[in-house]
C-alpha cells in the first residue's frame, strides 16, 4: 500500500529565461516524489521514456521513491521560455513526447492517493480520472488538461471537460493562470472558490508570492518566502506534492504552511528539494 502512486512522464528539459539556457531532466513525477518522499511518504512513480533514457531516471530511486517504468519510442522533451524573471509566465514548446498512458498499464496497486502529474493534455487521458477515482482519492494537475499541442507548441486554454470530470477529483492544482483561465476570474480566491463549486474537495493555486487553498472551511493562505528564485523550476510540482504527503497525516492549515515553507527552500536552489521534515519545520517557525 503506498501513500501516494504518481503518474506523468519524465521531460528532458530545456529552460530559457533572461538569465540564461539549462538543460535538465524534469517534469512533474521527478520535483513531485523528490518532495512527497522527502516529507515522509511511500511513493510509487509510473512513467513511460525511451529506454535509452532509463539510467536517467535513477535519481527516482535516489529521491526514495519506487519506480514503475514503461518503455516507449521517445521520452518528452520539452522547451520553456519564460520572458520576466518570476517565472509566471511562459511560452512552451513540445520538442517529442512519450505514449499517452493506458489504464491496464498502471500497477493494480493500492494508495491512498492517486496524483496525475501530466506535462500536456493528452498524455494522461482523461477517461483515466473516473478510472482510478474508483480506486482512490484522485489529486490532479491542471497543465495536465489545459495545455494542448498546437502546431509544435503547447498552448493553454480552457478544458471543455471539466463539469464532467471535476467531480471525480478529490484534489486539483492550478497556477494563477491556470485558474483564470478555467474560470475567467483573476482574483485567485473567487477562481478557487468557483472551481470548487465544480465537485473539488481542495483546489491548491500556487502564485509566486504564496499559496491558496479552498475547501469547506473556507480559505487557507500562506506566504512563499524565498531568500532567492534560483530554484523555480518545479515549484509548483514540489508544493503540491508536499501537500499532498503532509495532509495524509495533518489538518489543511499545517498542511498549506508545511507546503509553503518547503517550496520555499526548495526555490533557493536549483533541483529537487533535498532537504528534510525538520528543516522545513524549523522554516514554518
Known amino acids: 500500500m503506498y501513500d501516494i502512486l504518481m503518474l506523468g512522464h519524465i521531460s528532458k528539459d530545456v529552460i530559457q529565461d533572461p538569465s540564461g539556457r539549462q538543460d535538465q531532466l524534469g517534469g512533474p513525477v521527478i520535483y513531485a516524489s523528490a518532495a512527497a518522499c522527502r516529507s515522509g511518504a511511500s511513493v510509487l512513480v509510473v512513467t513511460k521514456a525511451s529506454a535509452s ?19 516507449s519510442t521517445e521520452s518528452t522533451s520539452i522547451h520553456n521560455l519564460y520572458e520576466n524573471e518570476d517565472h509566471e509566465r511562459r511560452i512552451v514548446t513540445l520538442l517529442s513526447a512519450a505514449e499517452p498512458f493506458r489504464l491496464d498499464e498502471i500497477p493494480d496497486t493500492p494508495a491512498h492517493i492517486y496524483h496525475l502529474a501530466g506535462l500536456f493534455a493528452g498524455e494522461i487521458p482523461v477517461d483515466l480520472i473516473d478510472s482510478l477515482s474508483a480506486r482512490g482519492p484522485v489529486a490532479l494537475d491542471a497543465q495536465g488538461v489545459v495545455r494542448k499541442r498546437e502546431n509544435g507548441r503547447l498552448v493553454s486554454s480552457d478544458w471543455e471537460s471539466k463539469h ?36 473539488v474537495a481542495e483546489v491548491m493555486v500556487t502564485h509566486h508570492s ?30 503540491f506534492a508536499a501537500y499532498l504527503a503532509w495532509r495524509l497525516r495533518h489538518n489543511r492549515e499545517e498542511s498549506l504552511r508545511y507546503a509553503a515553507a518547503l517550496v520555499s527552500i526548495k526555490l533557493e536552489t536549483p533541483g529537487v528539494f533535498r532537504g528534510t521534515p525538520q528543516d522545513v519545520l524549523r522554516r514554518m517557525d
Do not use: Q, W
Request: hydrophobic share 30%.
Open 164 to 199: 464532467r470530470y471535476l467531480p471525480s477529483v478529490t484534489h486539483l492544482k492550478t497556477d494563477a493562470a491556470e485558474a483564470e483561465m478555467l474560470t475567467g476570474c483573476s482574483d485567485r480566491e473567487e477562481a478557487a472558490e468557483r472551481l470548487r463549486t465544480l465537485g
Open 53 to 71: 533514457d532509463r539510467d536517467k531516471l535513477e535519481i527516482i530511486h535516489e529521491n526514495g521513491a519506487d519506480l514503475h517504468f514503461m518503455e
Open 210 to 239: 504564496e499559496v491558496l487553498l479552498a475547501s469547506e472551511e473556507g480559505i487557507h493562505r500562506a506566504s512563499l518566502t524565498p531568500r532567492n528564485l534560483t530554484g523555480r523550476t518545479g515549484r509548483g510540482d514540489t508544493c
